[in-house]
């Protein structure tokens, strides 16, 4: 069933389109107003060493279980956790299984529906770049505080959403591939560029001696070893969903090991020159590290505003944060629309407006800065690890023995280790179960 479910579907057309699709779904707002503040507070250099660590775990053994599961099942979250089911239990085990991956499928629309109203503050700084009128505020704190305001941002945050829908609903080949190929490059070039002029600066070798020389008694200090944890869990897009789905898209013959490490490595370059960018940028004007949305719409246009030719380089970083956002929040809406294809057998517009509906209504009531951002805790604490969770449970406990070596090794050019039947059965569930506990425990650690 899989195997002529999968022949009826979109497909990736090339193997690049499909990682730098996944590189696209993990190269998002964390790799640009996060990682750069947990790097340079807790241990500069120190720091990458525990999260390179974590980065290469959870690649081998997540990354490649959830594309892996997702081009066995020819399907995304809900009719995946089915076809698990039904393999252990026949008969029953398809409807508990499409029960179950409604958890991850929802999670999924609702951390989109968030990002959503973050990709329409992004907007609204890109056309305010554009015009003059960002450079011209005198509180770069109050122009935010008006965006993120209740109805404070309807018409960019509907800009926004149209955008995503425009290109989802041509396809996966002609919308969501396509738009990465070009996409993915383009913030990389964009933000090489940024940082080239920042290194520029008078001053900002201070920032890159904090950023990169270790303080080696961070490593002493358990929480820099819990959200180097966080940060490499949630950065490489480990939900149960996007992952899943974009890997029901792939064919037989894709080395799903070889995208798994490529997605790894990229992403983190991608985090690395966020931070090279950030870091020395306020180093230079003295101003905090923060997290969050402040880095991003208060701190850097704080920054640009000083910087000779900041007008050009503010206008070049929003329209990078906006390919980054873009292309985060295909991937994120991708698990929705596809259920309701599948499970549903609604064609590829109809699937794309009834969530585009939703996201509007919904979202337009989550635009204040601190109502988003409780839902977008909630979720990311409570359910997307959730949502990992399950998806290694099904695969690689619930299918047979030697399933899940199987489908990971096909298209692979040699047999995987021994240490393939008990690192992602054991290490990867047992860390994502931890993930879930630390994140109640901290608030949040991605």
Not at 13 to 25: I, M, N, Q
Not at 128 to 150: H, T, V, Y
Not at 216 to 239: C, D, H, K, R
Request: with cysteine.
């Amino acid at each position: 069933m899989a195997e002529e479910t999968l022949q009826k579907r979109d497909n990736f057309a090339t193997r690049t389109g499909f990682v730098l699709a996944c590189v696209g779904s993990a190269v998002g707002m964390a790799n640009i107003w996060l990682f750069p503040y947990r790097v340079a507070e807790l241990g500069g250099a120190a720091f990458l060493i525990p999260y390179i660590l974590f980065v290469i775990l959870i690649g081998f053994t997540g990354v490649i279980g959830e594309m892996a599961f997702g081009r066995a099942a020819g399907t995304g979250p809900v009719g995946a956790f089915a076809f698990a089911m039904e393999k252990r239990w026949p008969g029953h085990g398809r409807t508990v299984g499409k029960l179950i991956g409604l958890i991850p499928t929802l999670g999924s629309l609702a951390i989109a529906i968030g990002y959503a109203v973050v990709l329409g503050w992004a907007f609204n700084y890109l056309v305010a770049s554009l015009d003059g009128q960002l450079m011209a505020q005198e509180s770069m704190g109050a122009f935010f505080g008006g965006i993120a305001a209740d109805f404070g941002n309807v018409g960019f945050h509907v800009l926004g959403l149209v955008v995503t829908f425009a290109v989802m609903i041509l396809g996966v080949s002609r919308g969501i591939e396509r738009i990465n190929k070009v996409l993915m490059p383009a913030f990389f070039v964009l933000f090489v560029i940024v940082v080239v002029r920042v290194a520029t600066l008078p001053g900002a070798s201070a920032g890159y001696e904090y950023l990169f020389v270790p303080r080696w008694e961070a490593l002493a200090n358990p929480t820099t070893w819990v959200y180097a944890l966080g940060q490499a869990f949630f950065s490489l897009s480990i939900a149960g969903n996007g992952t899943l789905v974009y890997g029901s898209y792939l064919k037989r013959d894709v080395d799903v090991i070889k995208s798994a490490r490529n997605v790894a490595i990229f992403d983190t370059l991608a985090a690395m020159v966020a931070a090279c960018a950030v870091v020395p940028a306020v180093f230079v004007f003295g101003l905090d590290v923060a997290s969050g949305p402040p880095l991003m719409f208060i701190t850097l246009p704080s920054v640009f505003q000083e910087m000779p030719l900041g007008n050009l380089f503010v206008v070049i970083f929003f329209v990078a944060v906006v390919f980054a956002a873009v292309t985060s929040l295909m991937n994120l809406f991708e698990a929705p629309v596809e259920t309701l294809q599948a499970q549903l057998g609604l064609s590829r517009t109809a699937s794309v407006l009834i969530i585009g509906a939703i996201a509007v209504v919904v979202g337009l009531f989550l635009e204040s800065g601190d109502v988003v951002s409780t839902w977008m805790d909630v979720v990311s604490i409570y359910v997307m690890p959730v949502g990992a969770l399950l998806a290694a449970v099904m695969f690689f406990w619930v299918c047979p023995k030697g399933f899940a070596r199987e489908q990971a090794e096909m298209g692979h050019d040699k047999k995987l280790g021994k240490w393939f039947d008990y690192l992602p059965k054991y290490g990867f569930v047992g860390i994502t179960a931890l993930v879930i506990v630390l994140g109640i425990f901290y608030g949040g650690i991605g």
